[in-house]
């Protein structure tokens, strides 16, 4: 089945633009409630499956060995912006581990921060891989080897940590992986269905009624995201102000290319979407109008406006023109 | 007819995502000589029909009675990045006029070029009007509006100067636009046919051969652009490399959302191409894929490693994914 039509932009009255998707709602069973397009469409979550790359660090034991808190534990599931909250906070994680910068293998990235930003290009400073978005779940990964007592190349696909995570990964998606790249941060990202996925955000929404080991790290995880929003992204981010505007109740996650997903305890749910294009524009508007659907989000809430309903406006202020829902999708 | 697939982005081996598109390429009759997707699909052109903005400014006579030369009318066809080369000379044309940044119509925008922004940053200051990527087009405008007789507001749709564009619009597109949006600059810009774009930009590549004022005009109009790419766009943007790469041969102009034109005038030919999504990412690649199969871009010229052909790398500088054209797409 071919991706549907999700997500258009309209300018005075004309459609000028248009983003074709997949989207799947899962159950804690997880069976398929809803899908657009097609659920067995194969995608790389990207940064969206962090929290599933953080299970392994809570599992093995290693998060409670080192003292792992959940603000840690939120920057391991986080594609942060690189603001000083972020960035002290992957440093003290790091000088906790008799660590430093050089011992993070994602690369060097300009914060995304405004502030942080404006620190570095003024002050004539270099990004560093703490800046790096990623550079909490690194954190994390340089926790597990610690414990696991193996060697410093962390973000190789052969080394215990990756390993581990690849076997975490295809146990929740329920789905053997056909593949991985490797992400923007030089870590294995493994391939998956947009029904695994959704399949495995449903796991994370139901976890907190399991006892066994992976359902209490999964319930741990996901009250990590909720309890700071503030760190799985940053101040004016998607995933911050929809996490703040569903008041904790549902975890939401994006990652690069357009991805998607949502965890949602009260109704032991899970999201996932992948717009074909990769434009975050579009995945952002797609997964607002999921969320409204489920009746996880008030379609009064400005977040609404400021991601689907409200106008798109040029440099000068003015309302030229708007997002709209295509039809069949959502609405 | 629907879009097709034009510019695929793999990762690890596996498709990730993919842009489709309608792209025509059209001789100096107006004759469709190879068409992909829709040609009768209606688009905003966006900046990629700056130099059909720029015809009445000639056309009108007030180019030459304002001592407008080649290098503002080159700064009136293009996107700049508001690098100081840019915004000086916009300066000094303002100034020519008797006018300056609170005459533009257009809004403030923040410089894309590097060093500019970092100046307006760290200096504590904000982006001005001339800042903004249209504000040459504007100076255009202006000197039009002077010239006319006319009052200032001439962003306005019902003004003399959008009413000049208009009639130039339609007549070399030989389409009636079926309406209107208004720009990111204010100004109100011209529906057409990825077909009407195309026969536009043909005329542009044989309006060598005519001697009447139109085509002169034109013919002005893309020897501008061609002796001045580093003005049209600014170092290191996909208009100003390609037709760098071309020697001046060929004049190309990017459009907001993923539109892309091309003026050939060895080949009498001119082409028009929109992604459906918006994504400049692909619009570039699919650009470059037409330019080399109409012969005017060397394949191995260092540009097309840049834009289509060379690996997509990571924050640590890894070879981490490719493009590729879609099957049945320019190839």
Not at 15 to 31: F, M, P, R, T
Not at 75 to 104: E, F, K, M
Not at 211 to 224: G, H, I, N, P, Y
Not at 296 to 319: F, T
Request: glycine residues 12%.
């Amino acid at each position: 089945m071919k991706a549907v039509p999700m997500v258009e932009f309209w300018r005075g009255g004309l459609l000028e633009s248009l983003h074709h998707g997949h989207a799947v709602i899962c159950d804690a069973d997880g069976a398929i409630v809803e899908a657009w397009g097609d659920p067995d469409a194969v995608i790389f979550p990207r940064s969206s499956c962090k929290m599933i790359q953080a299970l392994p660090l809570i599992e093995s034991g290693a998060a409670d060995a080192f003292g792992v808190g959940a603000s840690r534990l939120a920057l391991a599931c986080a594609s942060h912006q690189g603001a000083a909250v972020h960035s002290d906070l992957v440093t003290r994680w790091l000088a906790d581990l008799g660590l430093g910068d050089d011992d993070l293998r994602c690369g060097p990235q300009m914060p995304r921060d405004a502030d942080a930003m404006k620190h570095v290009l003024c002050g004539g400073e270099s990004p560093c891989r703490i800046h790096n978005n990623c550079s909490g779940k690194h954190s994390g990964f340089l926790t597990l080897a610690r414990h696991l007592g193996a060697g410093p190349e962390y973000h190789e696909a052969d080394h215990p940590v990756q390993i581990a995570v690849r076997h975490a990964f295809e146990e929740v998606t329920g789905v053997a992986s056909p593949g991985y790249g490797i992400d923007g941060c030089s870590a294995p990202n493994f391939a998956t269905t947009v029904h695994g996925l959704a399949r495995a955000m449903a796991f994370y929404a139901g976890a907190g009624d399991g006892s066994d080991t992976r359902s209490k790290a999964a319930a741990r995880l996901v009250s990590a995201m909720t309890a700071f929003p503030e760190l799985v992204a940053g101040e004016g981010r998607a995933c911050t102000n929809l996490m703040r505007a569903m008041g904790g109740k549902v975890a939401v996650k994006t990652g690069a290319e357009a991805v998607f997903v949502a965890i949602l305890p009260e109704r032991r749910m899970g999201i996932a979407l992948k717009i074909l294009d990769g434009a975050e524009r579009a995945s952002e508007a797609a997964i607002v109008a999921l969320l409204i659907r489920l009746g996880a989000l008030d379609p009064g809430h400005p977040v609404v406006r400021r991601y689907l309903s409200g106008p798109i406006r040029n440099h000068a202020g003015q309302a030229v023109g708007e997002r709209r829902l295509a039809a069949g999708f959502a609405a």
